[in-house]
């Protein structure tokens, strides 16, 4: 509120959550904000009451996340002006496939020396604690073996790159024409248009998606990844400064916070993480053993996340064999009407086809009410889960049953219980998640395979769960010790612990 007929040395701030404006927003508590804490780095911060001293204490404790004591950099990653040409999929040793033609399936195969080939690491490949798993590389015709990267001339690339000179050649026309014809340099139209940090792709760094809904960082600790363009924002750490412990830092519980209540915000749940958004990230500075705790937590975590992920694809390849039929909604919803039931239950009026048709939509809409029934359950990040008590299978939302009432034969039981399991294992629910949609999933079960694909699947997920326990201790274990180097407070605590979940 800008505008009134008196002086104001404050404005009042009401929030807009999906364009919905609470009743009588102006008389809410803690709505008012001095103009002399309206600024926020460059630009205006929005965010009052407790929420904002928080979020100035957080500032106060903490080390920016761009000042030289934490990092040497924050960049982009490669920018070629030509990604269909000099990004490719690895099919194989010294074997890549193009980027499809439009209306195509596949695209041409082509041999290129791995050498000059390197993994790229887009938006979708950068999650939290997770190594990045890529099929896509990057052409890459620079040396870095100088003291500043040099395009590698063309009579090298004939002698010890000759199928990637071959391929960059059979593009030149086109490498030549880009930007209006800037590139048609008979000594680097292979060149990249924007040649910037080529020199920072193979140091060890963090790594962060454009956008994402929440601070999800991973560690490429061997400097073993590319990232592409603006896709990915990577983070160097300052010499002497743990790379690991500014993992642990940046994936906390107080970080993600302040991340969430400070960066641009997008559609359905997600934020800007580029450069501008995430260089104020406060750091608390951890020395001795805390320092110690936190690398070394952080670096198991990455590693128990793998492996998670690996358990979860053995566990994909070995249902891929098994043949699934969805089971019928009245497995799902045991208490749901039969159709014969419900025809006998239609108007007097109604006869023959009209009668079943009545039922039928009757059926439709108990159905309805019971995906409905589980969606009031599905808040972002809720947790899921499975198990079996007293022989009755149920799969439970934030630790509530919300599927109750079946009761499998007790040779399936173990069986069907591991693949829900998993399926809450690798489900994250968002502002998308349905009822109908996790009714879906849910249906999709084998009641049983041969015996040693059960035994895998149930001793997999055995492993999952342990992994889980261990991930659930080092998180809680992470977090208490930068709430304790921010000195926050129990109500400050659980403000971030509310306000995150």
């Known amino acids: 509120m800008f505008f009134s007929k008196h002086p104001n040395d404050e404005v009042a701030v009401v929030q807009a959550p999906n364009g ?10 803690d709505i008012r904000l001095p103009y002399n804490r309206l600024t926020f780095g460059e630009r205006w911060l929005l965010v009052t009451g407790g929420e904002r001293d928080l979020i100035d204490k957080l500032t106060g404790n903490g080390v920016r996340l761009d000042d030289p004591a934490v990092s040497r950099n924050i ?10 040409i000099y990004h490719l999929k690895r099919l194989g040793p010294n074997r890549y496939e193009e980027k499809p033609p439009k209306g195509a399936k596949r695209g041409r195969v082509v041999e290129i020396e791995d050498e000059i080939m390197k993994p790229l690491v887009s938006g979708a490949e950068a999650s939290r604690y997770l190594t990045p798993q890529t099929d896509t590389y990057l052409l890459f015709p620079y040396s870095l073996s100088g003291n500043r990267p040099s395009l590698i001339p063309a009579s090298t690339l004939r002698t010890q ?27 680097g139209w292979w060149a990249y248009n924007y040649p910037k940090n080529l020199d920072k792709q193979e140091a060890p760094k963090l790594m962060v998606t454009q956008t994402v809904n929440r601070m999800q960082v ?7 990844f590319y990232i592409n ?41 997600y934020f800007e993480a580029n450069k501008q958004f995430i260089k104020y990230l406060p750091i608390p500075v951890a020395e001795g053993d805390d320092s110690a705790a936190l690398a070394r937590d952080a670096e198991r975590l990455q590693e128990l996340h793998d492996q998670l992920r690996e358990a979860l694809d053995d566990i994909a390849r070995r249902m891929g064999s098994v043949r699934i039929r969805p089971r019928p909604d009245d497995w799902l919803f045991p208490d749901l009407p039969d159709l014969d039931e419900l025809k006998d239950a239609a108007p007097k009026r109604l006869i023959g086809t009209d009668r079943r048709k009545w039922a039928k939509d009757r059926l439709t ?22 198990e079996i008590k007293r022989g009755e299978l149920r799969f439970l939302i934030d630790g509530i049953p919300a599927v109750t009432g079946i009761f499998p034969p007790p ?3 173990p069986f069907i219980l591991a693949q829900w399991k998993v399926l809450a294992s690798r489900t994250e629910v968002s502002a998308r998640m349905t009822g109908k949609k996790l009714a879906t999933e849910l249906k999709k079960v084998a009641l049983s395979a041969d015996d040693h694909i059960m035994a895998d699947v149930i001793r997999l997920q055995e492993e999952i769960a342990t992994a889980e326990t261990e991930i ?3 998180e809680t274990r992470i977090n208490q010790t930068i709430y304790r180097l921010h000195d926050l407070t129990p109500d400050e605590i659980a403000m971030i612990e509310a306000a995150v979940q």
């Open 20 to 29: 919905v404006v609470a009743e009588s927003p102006w008389e809410a508590e």
């Open 75 to 84: 960049f982009v990653g490669i920018q070629t002006s030509a990604d269909h």
């Open 161 to 187: 790159y000759p199928n990637a000179w071959a391929y960059l050649s059979g593009h030149e026309d086109e490498l030549r024409a880009r930007e209006s014809n800037k590139m048609d340099l008979d000594d």
């Open 218 to 224: 991973t560690a490429d600790g061997e400097g073993a």
């Open 229 to 269: 363009n603006v896709r990915v924002n990577g983070i160097m750490p300052a010499r002497g400064v743990s790379l690991w412990g500014t993992l642990a830092a940046l994936n906390a519980k107080p970080c993600d916070f302040y991340f969430r209540k400070t960066a641009k915000p997008k559609d359905n749940g």
């Open 365 to 386: 809409r108990e159905v309805e009410a019971r995906q409905a029934a589980l969606e009031e359950h599905l808040k972002p990040g809720v947790p899921l889960s499975a």
């Open 411 to 413: 040779e399936q039981a």
């Open 472 to 474: 659930a201790t080092l």
